[in-house]
Structures are given as structure tokens and as C-alpha cells.
């Protein structure tokens, strides 16, 4: 710190200055990247309305000292270039993505798959399912019919051997004579 009383005065406009100037050029980069963005994001009616915000800014700062008038007129003139190459089609716009947007993407396409995979798996598992069910009718259908097949069978033969002996038919009581008689 200066001892001299003017030279102490001299660092503290200086200080108050250079956070002044910092602050006007930090406005000039904003607003830039702001035009700038609303270009690469092919969005250029935002761009028209910032284009003569923009250059004010830069003019602002040029009358002030802040940046040189030739420094001035070659970013007014980079920014309305770069409009008009958009609109006249001299330039194609691809539109930019930055790592949080592809990070969002990415998250959504992972969980789209999940839900895919999962529905899938309830979907076969829903099958299964339907698929047991119908054996397990088809089994217990098929036990009924034995059990009744059965029952009907046993009734049959309890029936049978109730009945009279069997009927031998003409040709067996021949032959069984024929036996005899020899």
C-alpha cells in the first residue's frame, strides 16, 4: 500500500475500475453467449431480438473505454454475420448437446429397456402361469375321466362275474363233443 495520500486514493479508483470494467465485459460475454446459444439451438427469432441487445452492450462498453472501437465493430460484425449465414443457409445448424443433455437421454433410453425387459418378464411369467393352470386342469380333468373310467370298469366286471357263465358258441360245443366222443 503507497503512502502518499493521491496515490493511496489513486489504488482505490483503480480497484473500484477494474471491478466495473470486469463487470461490463463479463455483460458483453453474457449477452454473446446467450445470442450464440439461441443460434445453436436453431431458435432464430430469439437470435433477431438478441442480435440488437447484444450489440448495445458492446457499444455501451466501447463508449466507456472498456473495449477498443475496432474490437467492437469486429464483434458486432461476427455476431450479424453469423445470423445472417444461419438464414441464408450458408451455414447448417447442428444442434449442440452438452453432457447433462446426453447424460438425461441415456437415463431414459436405460430405463425405457428396463421396463421393456420387465414387462416382457410379466408377460412370460404371466404365460407360465396360464400355462400351469391349464395343465393342472387338463390333469385334473383327465383323473376325473379315470376315476369314472374305472369305477365303470369294476362295475362291469363285478356285473360280469354275477352274470351267468358264458355262452359257448356251436362250433366250441362241437369240437368239445367230438373230445368226448373219442
Do not use: W, Y
Amino acid at each position: 500500500m503507497p503512502n502518499i495520500k493521491s496515490a493511496k486514493k489513486r489504488v482505490l479508483v483503480n480497484e473500484k475500475k477494474n471491478e466495473e470494467n470486469r463487470m461490463i465485459r463479463s455483460e458483453i460475454k453474457t449477452a454473446i453467449k446467450k445470442f450464440n446459444n439461441a443460434i445453436d439451438t436453431n431458435n432464430l427469432e430469439l437470435a433477431e431480438q438478441l442480435l440488437p441487445i447484444t450489440m448495445s452492450v458492446i457499444d455501451g462498453a466501447c463508449s466507456k473505454g472498456i473495449i477498443h472501437k475496432n474490437n467492437a465493430a469486429n464483434k458486432k460484425s461476427a455476431l450479424s454475420k453469423r445470423l445472417s449465414d444461419v438464414k441464408s443457409g450458408k451455414v447448417e445448424i447442428v444442434i449442440k448437446k452438452d453432457n447433462k443433455t446426453i447424460a438425461a437421454e441415456k437415463a431414459r433410453e436405460a430405463q425405457k429397456a428396463r421396463d421393456a425387459v420387465k414387462a416382457e418378464n410379466q408377460r412370460k411369467a404371466a404365460e407360465r402361469a396360464a400355462q400351469k393352470e391349464a395343465e393342472k386342469a387338463a390333469k385334473e380333468e383327465a383323473e376325473k375321466t379315470a376315476k369314472k373310467a374305472t369305477k365303470k370298469s369294476i362295475a362291469k366286471k363285478e356285473k360280469s362275474d354275477e352274470a351267468a357263465p358264458k355262452k359257448t358258441t356251436r362250433k366250441s360245443t362241437k369240437k368239445t363233443e367230438t373230445a368226448e366222443e373219442k
